[in-house]
């Protein structure tokens, strides 16, 4: 079965520095993977996907992902953050084989220091 | 981007009543629905996957009796929460998917907070 893990669970960080909020998923074929922010008391946005092509993907607000199949991880960075990155993150995997079923991380919540 | 709304924004019902809501893609047919629902402070949970014209599927756990799902038109799905109990208070929310090839996106709904008092 699908599954999709992230190591952190909650990251605290000073305004300017760099972030990288781990991913990974469980599955045997094809996946198509994202990111998705929640801000406090909001609903999701898609920050970044990857379907195929380039395995480093940029998304929106200064965020990008890398893919890497060999390890079955997608992690987010940002070089640096902002006090307006509070915010509770998810990656998430879906597949063709799985029904298109999207699957979620258990989130990364994540507090930035102004 | 395609956009999907949910009616309504939030419920606020008494136990043992139902409570319907509704999901719409309002630029794109949806063949496929998904719902979820989301407690406080935890991921979304997959309940069930909707598809136009059939039967939802139901995740293992989620009890089909008590969360009616109905998905009558390209652009409509519609989840009841029957003989509702205060557990079963929560955020749900509402996709909508469009396939091209392998490629995939849901298009999430702003989520409906229920209350069951």
């Known amino acids: 079965a699908q599954s999709v893990s992230q190591h952190n669970h909650h990251v605290i960080l000073s305004e300017a520095a760099s972030l990288e909020l781990g991913c990974n998923y469980s599955y045997g074929g094809t996946v198509n993977l994202f990111w998705y922010v929640q801000y406090p008391g909001q609903h999701l946005q898609l920050l970044l996907k990857?379907?195929?092509?380039?395995?480093l993907v940029k998304g929106i607000k200064g965020f990008e992902a890398e893919f890497i199949k060999s390890k079955f991880s997608f992690n987010l960075r940002k070089p640096s953050v902002q006090w307006s990155d509070t915010a509770e993150y998810f990656c998430?995997?879906?597949?063709?084989?799985?029904?298109?079923?999207?699957?979620f991380g258990a989130g990364t919540r994540l507090f930035v220091k102004a | 981007g395609a956009v999907v709304s949910q009616h309504p924004s939030w419920v606020i019902c008494k136990s043992g009543t139902s409570v319907k809501i509704e999901c719409r893609s309002l630029?794109?047919?949806?063949?496929?629905m998904f719902w979820y629902r989301q407690f406080p402070k935890q991921s979304l949970m997959l309940m069930a996957t909707?598809?136009?014209?059939?039967?939802?599927?139901?995740e293992q756990g989620v009890e089909k009796d008590k969360f009616l799902i109905n998905h009558a038109s390209l652009t409509l799905s519609t989840l009841t929460v029957t003989s509702a109990h205060p557990e079963d208070s929560s955020f749900y929310i509402c996709?909508?998917?469009?396939?091209?090839?392998?490629?995939?996106?849901?298009?999430f709904g702003p989520g409906t907070r229920l209350t069951v008092t």
């Open positions: 998430a995997v879906n597949a063709r084989t799985g029904g298109f079923k999207t699957i």
């Open positions: 909707s598809n136009e014209g059939s039967k939802a599927t139901y």
């Open positions: 996709s909508a998917s469009e396939i091209s090839g392998e490629s995939y996106e849901q298009y």
């Open positions: 630029d794109f047919q949806a063949t496929t």
């Open positions: 990857y379907f195929s092509g380039d395995p």
